[in-house]
């Protein structure tokens, strides 16, 4: 849980962070309790204000970049009836086939924007129908993170924003709104889902409940602020064409602007609604990139975290400086971030995490080295599926915890071939959603107008030509290595295992 204040002017006075939980009840299964990420959000919003040293009368509105495709069952009062369900939650996979069997894969893009997959809430609103339909019945309305958090701030019947609903997956991305084929078709009633609203408008107020529980004051305007992607995406000024945003946080992946709706040929790609209104946006989604290497961090790195801890430092910063320790190429390993699934452009939800080449040779430095290469190789995939479309890619921005370090941010230029751009705000998202919030009080006449505010070129790295060929190399055999494994089912006999 990320939080942070910005003045009018685009620059960021306070930033706070909080981890929280995450629960697998099951191997596929991933979920998140409500009210510890409430706590958390409570925790960081009282911080924020405290650092930043302002009255919280001083604060004009209040906005939110949430995950997408995350949901909630909620009752007629508003209530959550189970945990939030996780978009890395894969028990759906027989209910994707069902989707398959009803819509057919290549109609289902065709309206969704969406590959069939379980990333999306769709089929886990099917697993929910056919598992639980006692709960089905009881569920007034799926809502989405978003819409959660807003109805815990005051917001009254909160709504779904576009940039963020489509992840629900019954979305008509064309028309922008909840699609009859698709509701009808799977039997879904179209009152269960949420109402739709634009980015950047201005819902309710906080209450006073939610005013005691944060410390924000009651009656401040709350926003609705799109997905974390798209704000990121705004975060970092791609408003226009010809801009492409690359996000390492939990997930990733990249975001280029459209001004109209585009599909990729073959699936790869996804198109959904821009928070900039009346604009879309192609985007290639990693299922667990950065959660990857918080794997590791948490799992194989307890010494680097008790010295960062002792030393007052980032454990991420330790583990930077051993994998900058290893060569391009971290001594023949090959990392593949799999641990969720394989996201765009092979949308293949069985697939594993892989790190393969280990000798007695091998040093965590070279593990440390292969896991960020390996996520930078997992993205380029995604650059390689638009460059097929004919989109022109000059320079990617970077944001998320990746941006956060210089010598990630080299290994990204050098592995795509393009310079990586660092803004003055590295969280962009934070930035995205407080565009929003300024658009929602009219601060701004449109995001557009909010990232010329927001958006600072800070630092430009380079692509390296004497690394470049050798990162074409490992990108051929990450392609290989994948598709020997999938074509061969060595995931789904490592999953019946």
Same mark, same amino acid.
């Given at each position: 849980?990320?939080?942070?204040?910005?003045?009018?002017?685009?620059?960021?006075?306070?930033?706070?962070?909080?981890?929280?939980?995450?629960?697998?009840?099951?191997?596929?299964?991933?979920?998140?309790?409500?009210?510890?990420?409430?706590?958390?959000?409570?925790?960081?919003?009282?911080?924020?204000?405290?650092?930043?040293?302002?009255?919280?009368?001083?604060?004009?509105?209040?906005?939110?970049?949430?995950?997408?495709?995350?949901?909630?069952?909620?009752?007629?009062?508003?209530?959550?009836?189970?945990?939030?369900?996780?978009?890395?939650?894969?028990?759906?996979?027989?209910?994707?086939?069902?989707?398959?069997?009803?819509?057919?894969?290549?109609?289902?893009?065709?309206?969704?924007?969406?590959?069939?997959?379980?990333?999306?809430?769709?089929?886990?609103?099917?697993?929910?129908?056919?598992?639980?339909?006692?709960?089905?019945?009881?569920?007034?309305?799926?809502?989405?993170?978003?819409?959660?958090?807003?109805?815990?701030?005051?917001?009254?019947?909160?709504?779904?924003?576009?940039?963020?609903?489509?992840?629900?997956?019954?979305?008509?991305?064309?028309?922008?709104?909840?699609?009859?084929?698709?509701?009808?078709?799977?039997? /879904?009633?179209?009152?269960?889902?949420?109402?739709?609203?634009?980015?950047?408008?201005?819902?309710?107020?906080?209450?006073?409940?939610?005013?005691?529980?944060?410390?924000?004051?009651?009656?401040?305007?709350?926003?609705?602020?799109?997905?974390?992607?798209?704000?990121?995406?705004?975060?970092?000024?791609?408003?226009?064409?010809?801009?492409?945003?690359?996000?390492?946080?939990?997930?990733?992946?990249?975001? /280029?602007?459209?001004?109209? !709706?585009?599909?990729?040929?073959?699936?790869?790609?996804?198109?959904?609604?821009?928070?900039?209104?009346?604009?879309?946006?192609?985007?290639?989604?990693?299922?667990?990139?950065?959660?990857?290497?918080? +794997?590791?961090?948490?799992?194989?790195?307890?010494?680097?975290?008790?010295?960062?801890?002792?030393?007052?430092?980032?454990?991420?910063?330790?583990?930077?400086?051993?994998?900058?320790?290893?060569? !391009?190429?971290?001594?023949?390993?090959?990392?593949?971030?799999?641990?969720?699934?394989?996201?765009?452009?092979? +949308?293949? !939800?069985?697939?594993?995490?892989?790190?393969?080449?280990?000798?007695?040779?091998?040093?965590?430095?070279?593990?440390?080295?292969?896991?960020?290469?390996?996520?930078?190789?997992?993205?380029?995939?995604?650059?390689?599926?638009?460059?097929?479309?004919?989109?022109?890619?000059?320079?990617?921005?970077?944001?998320?915890?990746?941006?956060?370090?210089?010598?990630?941010?080299?290994?990204?230029?050098?592995?795509?071939?393009?310079?990586?751009?660092?803004?003055?705000?590295?969280?962009?998202?934070?930035?995205?959603?407080?565009?929003?919030?300024?658009?929602?009080?009219?601060?701004?006449?449109?995001?557009?107008?909010?990232?010329?505010?927001?958006?600072?070129?800070?630092?430009?790295?380079?692509?390296?030509?004497?690394?470049?060929?050798?990162?074409?190399?490992?990108?051929?055999?990450?392609?290989?290595?994948?598709?020997?494994?999938?074509?061969?089912?060595?995931?789904?006999?490592?999953?019946?295992?």
């Amino acid at each position: 849980m990320k939080a942070a204040l910005f003045s009018p002017e685009g620059h960021q006075t306070a930033y706070c962070y909080k981890e929280y939980g995450v629960v697998y009840p099951n191997p596929s299964w991933v979920e998140q309790p409500i009210e510890s990420m409430w706590d958390a959000q409570c925790e960081v919003t009282k911080q924020l204000i405290c650092q930043s040293g302002c009255s919280c009368q001083d604060i004009a509105a209040v906005a939110i970049s949430s995950q997408r495709a995350t949901f909630a069952p909620i009752d007629k009062f508003g209530n959550p009836l189970t945990d939030f369900i996780g978009w890395q939650d894969a028990r759906s996979i027989q209910q994707c086939d069902f989707i398959k069997k009803t819509i057919g894969s290549q109609r289902y893009y065709e309206i969704a924007g969406l590959p069939v997959s379980p990333t999306a809430a769709l089929s886990k609103i099917l697993w929910i129908k056919e598992n639980n339909p006692g709960l089905f019945d009881r569920t007034a309305t799926f809502g989405t993170t978003q819409s959660v958090h807003l109805h815990q701030l005051g917001v009254e019947n909160p709504p779904s924003d576009l940039a963020d609903a489509g992840y629900m997956g019954l979305l008509d991305v064309d028309q922008l709104t909840w699609s009859s084929e698709l509701l009808d078709g799977l039997g /879904i009633p179209l009152e269960k889902m949420p109402k739709l609203v634009n980015s950047g408008e201005c819902v309710g107020e906080i209450s006073s409940k939610a005013a005691a529980a944060t410390g924000l004051a009651a009656g401040i305007p709350v926003v609705t602020a799109g997905g974390d992607l798209q704000c990121g995406g705004a975060g970092l000024g791609i408003v226009k064409p010809g801009t492409v945003s690359l996000g390492i946080g939990s997930g990733g992946g990249i975001l /280029i602007y459209l001004e109209s !709706p585009l599909r990729h040929p073959e699936i790869g790609l996804n198109c959904q609604p821009h928070v900039v209104r009346g604009s879309w946006e192609m985007e290639g989604i990693c299922l667990a990139s950065g959660a990857s290497f918080k +794997w590791y961090r948490d799992v194989l790195s307890q010494m680097e975290k008790e010295t960062a801890n002792q030393r007052g430092l980032d454990a991420y910063d330790l583990l930077n400086e051993a994998a900058a320790k290893s060569a !391009p190429g971290a001594g023949g390993l090959l990392f593949m971030p799999a641990l969720a699934g394989s996201g765009a452009p092979h +949308w293949y !939800p069985q697939a594993q995490g892989v790190l393969l080449g280990l000798t007695l040779a091998s040093n965590k430095n070279d593990i440390n080295r292969a896991i960020l290469e390996g996520i930078c190789l997992e993205i380029r995939a995604m650059i390689e599926a638009a460059r097929r479309l004919g989109i022109q890619i000059d320079e990617v921005r970077i944001w998320g915890g990746a941006a956060k370090s210089a010598f990630w941010n080299q290994i990204c230029a050098n592995v795509y071939g393009v310079p990586a751009v660092k803004t003055a705000i590295p969280e962009a998202g934070l930035a995205g959603a407080a565009i929003c919030a300024g658009v929602g009080i009219g601060l701004y006449r449109d995001v557009v107008e909010g990232a010329e505010h927001f958006v600072r070129i800070e630092e430009r790295f380079e692509p390296d030509p004497a690394v470049r060929s050798r990162y074409d190399e490992m990108f051929d055999l990450y392609q290989t290595i994948y598709h020997t494994l999938k074509d061969n089912r060595v995931f789904e006999r490592l999953s019946m295992m």
